[in-house]
Structure formats: C-alpha cells, structure tokens
C-alpha cells in the first residue's frame, strides 16, 4: 500500500522510531498536563491511554483552563497471575500516584486511573522494581494474553497457562523504547531495533489472544482475534483447536462495522513449536492483509472476512510449512467464575473473591482493599485475576486456609460475595464516564444502581437464582463484552442504551439489538415484560438467552 493511502497513525508509528517518538520531550514540557497529538497514539503501545475527568471538562472551559489530564496505566500479566509481593506494589502506587482504585480489567490485568504525567516514570519504576511492565499492553501490537484462571478446571490446567507467557513474550514488540524512555536506560544505538513480527508499522490494529479449557468458557474465547481451546483426552493435554477472527467493537449507525465471534481454523497438537508457530503466523498474515487506510476495518475479524475463513487458513498453513488437522471435538457448559472455596487437583484451594465491575477499593459497604492487602501481606496466595473482573486468591496450601478464611470473615469479603445476586455476579461493566473518551454514557458508576432495579423484577417473576449474563458498555466498542451476553446494554447518549438480547449462556452466540434508545424506565418496562413472556412460555430447563432468542429474535 502506498503512503499516501495510510492512515494518520500509520504514518505516525512509522515516524516514530521504535516507538519513541518525542516522548521524552512531551513529558519535559511541565506547562501542560498532556502530551504532544502524536505522542498520544505512541503512549498507547507503552500500554497507557491519554484521559481528562470528564465530569470537570465543562467546568475547567468556562474558566478558560486545560482540562484535567491524567493517564491509565495497564499492567501486562499474562494469563492474570500475581505474587502476593505484587499485589502489595500495585496497592503502594494506586495510593501515591493514581486515584487509589484497582481496577481488574476484563482481559484479566490491572489498570490505574488518573496518573498525572509526572507521576508516570516513578510509577513505571515501582512496577518495574516489583517485576511488572506495561509494555505492548494498548496500542496496535498483542494485548494482554488471556487464559483460564481457576487451576481446579482441569489436572493439565498447569501446562495449558503456561503457552499465555510464551505467547506473550513471542508477541511483545522488539523495541528497548519502555526501558529508555520510563527506566532512564541508555540507548545503545541510533539505529531503530529490527522487529520481525511487527516491523515499523505494527498491527492494523489491537490484537487479543485467549485460551480456553472446557467445559468453561470463563475467558469468552470466541470474542479474541486468536483462539486456543485446549483439547485434553484422558487428562492429558493432546493440543489446541486453534481458531481467528474474533472481535466485538462496532461504531453507530455504520452497518460496515459489526461483532464478531472467531471461526475455527484447525487443531494443532502439543507441540509447542508449531503452536507459537500457528499463532505467531495468524498475527503475520493480519500484519500483511489488514486494512491500513481506514481503522474501523482494520480489525482481523474483517480481514478474515475480506480474504475467506478458507483462504486465510491456506495462508497461514503456507507460512507455517505444515498444514493444521481437522479441529477436535470440544463441549463448552458454563463460562461463570466459580465463586467461594475450590480444591484443584492437587489438594490446594483457590477462593474466588467477588468484585463488582472489578473495581478494588474501600466504601461504606466493604473495606475489600484493605482486606485483600492484608491477606496479600501473609504471603500464603497468589492474586488471579478473570476476565469476569474478580480475583481468585490462589494456591493456598491446606495448612494455610484457615488464615485467610479469618480474613476473609475479617472483612466480610466471604459475606459480600456470597450475598451478591446471581446476575450482579455474573455482570460486567466497562469503564466508561468520567474518564474514557469514547464513551456516551455511564457503565461501571451506573450498573449496580441498575441492577438494583433489576433484582425485584427478577424476584418477581422467580427468577432470582438464574445465572443471566447481563453485561453494559458506556458506547459500541465493545470493552465489556456487551453483545456476547444474554442481556447487553449498549450507550447512545447520557442515560440512553440500546437493549440487545438472545446471546447465549456459553459465549457461543452473540445478542442482537431489541430496541433502541432507551431510559431507566423503559429499560425496566422493558424487562419486566419479557420476564413474564419467558416464565409464561419457556420450555423445561431453557434459559432467558435461548428463550429470547427463539422468541424474538429467530
């Protein structure tokens, strides 16, 4: 493609030598709290987004004053697995450089709000001392590499997580940048590193890889742009159906744009050359294919489209020099966290903490903070993180559970969890107002008032107990998996969602949009009538997705 037909950000990676563009002197410049317009796409690829509260922006221009920017800072943690030392660090820095709230991201990291721009290379230097980065964590590059986070799932659980590393590090751009520009490490040469898989122009766009052990599909696998589903027979790990194509953001009102879920491409066996070979190929031929020119079709969801699910498997079967097998079969029952105490195989337990939209901190009802600081400072458990936005303290020997137990009582963090409703467990929210630039309306500030209402309907019509799959995002981008569940609300404007129904319990359909535009009112209107029409007419056993879907979708 000619340069003429890149995009801006195109030409901007490409300009930016190895990703360091004029950052250095962006943060030098101490007369504004941003950085210059292109450092702002740069920022992104050393895994931090440029934002202002947006809830001050009326305020701050009536007074003729810059508007209040601060940064997101997101964690690369692959498969979601901290140390308790960890935990510690990221709750020492929330307190001294970011709004103090731990935010557990559907793509099973962390992320920190409202980092003012000099506090971002000392926070970078505390993550760095505690064996974190935040490399190649937003930008056009592989994100956060997602897996199955609770280890009682499966006796290979162990082996299965361990391709989330290695895929991570095989994807992780080549350029010392992040080191130089956040630690102070010299440059060692003028010339910009070689990078094999990303070159000097990247991804089109952002790409995720997740991994799945049935029967759970707790990482919503289908939603990735590269899929791994683990095939184990007779408790042994014999391979991967490998699948592309995945991707749930859209934009309003252009029908060019829409949600995808993968398609499977093949299954390729427990070697684990020729699996970092498969996906490392998959990421080449998107490199190679994806449109450049217009980043709202740039998504590998369309280039797997444009070229043919037959004809990009044929693609990356020639660049691998082996062609993959057919898939294997594979059943998926459930993709909820297990909540409460669980003992994996080898005789350890995991409890998996409930965190509402994933939001840590201390307010009136629980002190959840403070409590899983302390439990993190007897060192007896791990912190994993799911993309359900809760965190499972992991690990924990037999000899050790009863002190965690006497913390989690300590805290009503046993009680909080155990009390939350199905469908508030099940729920997620992305981000959202006040500090993401593209969102239309509230999500994580809104839901739980939301959900509120909700639960009388739902103990209305007898249907407090079912595990519905209700998800909301602040606009059409797809952050908190809104149209791959049951019941997706979608913001348009302040206050006004569209209501989607018909996904399924699994993640193996997504939801299509019932109506429109729609208030708190309505909303619940709404519901409360197809709640009626579902208990009325439900088949035995037939849940509110596949109802629905049947009812008023097919």
Same mark, same amino acid.
């Given at each position: 493609m000619s340069e003429q037909n890149l995009s801006a950000v195109e030409k901007i990676k490409i300009a930016s030598d190895g990703l360091r563009g004029t950052l250095k002197e962006s943060l030098s410049d101490d007369y504004t709290g941003a950085v210059r317009e292109d450092d702002t796409n740069i920022t992104k690829f050393h895994g931090m987004y440029q #934002?202002?509260?947006?809830?001050?922006?009326?305020?701050?221009?009536?007074?003729? !004053?810059?508007?209040? =920017?601060?940064?997101?800072? &997101?964690?690369?943690?692959?498969? +979601?697995?901290?140390?308790? *030392?960890?935990?510690?660090?990221?709750?020492?820095? $929330?307190?001294?450089?970011?709004?103090?709230?731990?935010? %557990?991201?559907?793509? #099973?990291?962390?992320?920190?709000?409202?980092?003012?721009?000099?506090?971002?290379?000392?926070?970078?230097?505390?993550?760095?001392?505690? +064996?974190?980065?935040?490399?190649?964590?937003?930008?056009?590059?592989?994100?956060?590499?997602?897996?199955?986070?609770?280890?009682?799932?499966?006796?290979? =659980?162990?082996?299965?997580? #361990? =391709? $989330?590393?290695?895929?991570? *590090?095989?994807?992780?751009?080549?350029? &010392?940048?992040?080191?130089?520009?956040?630690?102070?490490?010299?440059?060692?040469? *003028?010339?910009?590193?070689?990078?094999?898989?990303?070159?000097?122009?990247?991804?089109?766009?952002?790409?995720?890889?997740?991994?799945?052990?049935?029967?759970?599909?707790?990482?919503?696998?289908?939603?990735?742009? @590269? @899929?791994?589903? $683990?095939?184990?027979?007779?408790?042994?790990?014999?391979?991967f159906n490998v699948g592309a194509g995945g991707g749930l953001g859209t934009t309003h009102g252009n029908p060019n744009t829409y949600a995808r879920l993968a398609?499977? !491409?093949?299954?390729?066996?427990?070697?684990?050359?020729? %699996?970092?070979?498969?996906?490392?190929?998959?990421?080449? @031929?998107?490199?190679?294919?994806?449109?450049?020119?217009?980043?709202? #079709? $740039?998504?590998?969801?369309?280039?797997?489209?444009?070229?043919?699910?037959?004809? =990009?498997?044929?693609? @990356?079967?020639?660049?691998?020099?082996?062609?993959?097998?057919?898939a294997r079969p594979y059943q998926f029952t459930m993709r909820q966290d297990r909540y409460g105490w669980v003992q994996d195989y080898k005789g350890k337990w995991h409890y998996t903490v409930f965190v509402e939209n994933g939001r840590v901190l201390d307010d009136e009802k629980i002190k959840l903070k403070e409590g899983l600081y302390e439990i993190a400072e007897l060192g007896k458990c791990n912190f994993h993180f799911t993309t359900n936005q809760n965190v499972i303290l992991s690990d924990i020997a037999p000899k050790d559970k009863a002190a965690i137990e006497k913390l989690l009582k300590k805290y009503k963090i046993i009680e909080h969890t155990e009390n939350a409703s199905a469908i508030r467990k099940n729920a997620i929210a992305c981000v959202a107002l006040n500090t993401c630039g593209l969102a239309l309306a509230e999500a994580q500030r809104y839901l739980p008032t939301l959900l509120s209402k909700i639960e009388p309907l739902l103990e209305k019509h007898n249907m407090k107990s079912e595990d519905i799959i209700l998800r909301m995002t602040g606009c059409p981008n797809g952050c908190g998996r809104s149209p791959n569940a049951e019941i997706g609300f979608v913001g348009t404007a302040y206050g006004k969602y569209n209501l989607h129904i018909g996904g399924d319990r699994e993640g193996l359909r997504l939801n299509t949009k019932f109506k429109e535009n729609l208030d708190e009112a309505q909303i619940l209107e709404t519901l409360d009538e197809l709640f009626a029409v579902y208990q009325k007419e439900k088949k035995e056993n037939e849940n509110f997705g596949d109802f629905s879907y049947r009812k008023w979708i097919l």
């Open positions: #934002q202002d509260d947006r809830d001050r922006r009326e305020e701050r221009s009536m007074k003729k !004053l810059e508007w209040l =920017y601060s940064f997101m800072v &997101r964690l690369r943690i692959p498969g +979601g697995l901290l140390k308790p *030392e960890q935990w510690i660090a990221i709750n020492d820095v $929330a307190g001294k450089h970011s709004t103090g709230v731990i935010k %557990i991201t559907t793509r #099973q990291t962390i992320q920190l709000h409202g980092i003012l721009k000099s506090h971002i290379k000392p926070t970078m230097k505390a993550f760095n001392l505690a +064996g974190l980065d935040s490399i190649a964590t937003c930008g056009d590059v592989n994100r956060n590499v997602c897996c199955t986070a609770n280890p009682s799932e499966s006796p290979v =659980y162990d082996e299965v997580f #361990q =391709y $989330a590393a290695k895929i991570s *590090e095989m994807a992780k751009p080549k350029t &010392r940048a992040w080191y130089e520009i956040w630690l102070d490490e010299e440059r060692l040469t *003028e010339k910009t590193e070689e990078d094999p898989l990303y070159k000097d122009k990247y991804l089109p766009r952002k790409l995720k890889v997740g991994i799945a052990i049935p029967p759970n599909n707790d990482v919503d696998v289908f939603i990735n742009d @590269v @899929v791994l589903i $683990a095939i184990i027979e007779n408790d042994k790990l014999v391979g398609s499977i !491409l093949g299954f390729v066996e427990n070697d684990e050359e020729k %699996i970092l070979k498969v996906v490392y190929e998959i990421i080449t @031929v998107q490199r190679d294919f994806g449109n450049r020119s217009d980043r709202k #079709q $740039a998504r590998l969801k369309y280039t797997i489209d444009k070229l043919g699910v037959d004809r =990009y498997r044929e693609e @990356v079967e020639k660049r691998c020099g082996f062609k993959l097998e057919p």
